[in-house]
């Protein structure tokens, strides 16, 4: 059973930064693309940032290139996101997730353009963000 826990969310101040984290077990992670998504109240889940198995392709939504970097430790099931220069409206539950198929059948770029609604994916339970004004 594959098991995916995210942390490190909270309140922050608009300009401030947070890094999430989110770990994986029961899969040979480096195997897996990984991919941050994110919905805000009122809104539909959408892709923030996904990563090859090997950490070496990423993929960003417009909204955040430049401001967020994602990356992954392999050998600790680890993968992070880095969030600087937060706004109001990053404010969101942040999801990690794990693309359903290895990398070579399922890349991050795959994993983030279609994989924002895909319930086969392995989801996290989420982890909150709020940036205040």
């Known amino acids: 059973q594959v098991q995916v826990v995210e942390s490190g969310g909270g309140l922050v101040e608009a300009g401030g930064s947070l890094r999430l984290s989110c770990t994986a077990s029961a899969l040979f992670f480096d195997d897996y693309a990984m991919g941050w998504f994110r919905q805000a109240p009122g809104k539909e889940r959408e892709s923030v940032s996904c990563i090859s198995g090997s950490g070496s392709k990423t993929y960003y939504a417009d909204s955040v290139k430049g401001r967020f970097t994602i990356s992954r430790d392999n050998a600790n099931n680890t993968l992070y996101l880095q969030m600087n220069s937060l706004k109001p409206e990053d404010t969101a539950m942040y999801f990690c997730?794990?693309?359903?198929?290895?990398?070579?059948?399922?890349?991050?770029?795959?994993?983030?353009?279609?994989?924002?609604?895909?319930?086969?994916?392995?989801w996290g339970q989420g982890t909150q963000v709020t940036v205040s004004s």
């Open positions: 997730a794990a693309a359903p198929f290895t990398a070579n059948v399922y890349n991050e770029y795959d994993l983030c353009v279609t994989g924002a609604n895909r319930e086969s994916n392995y």
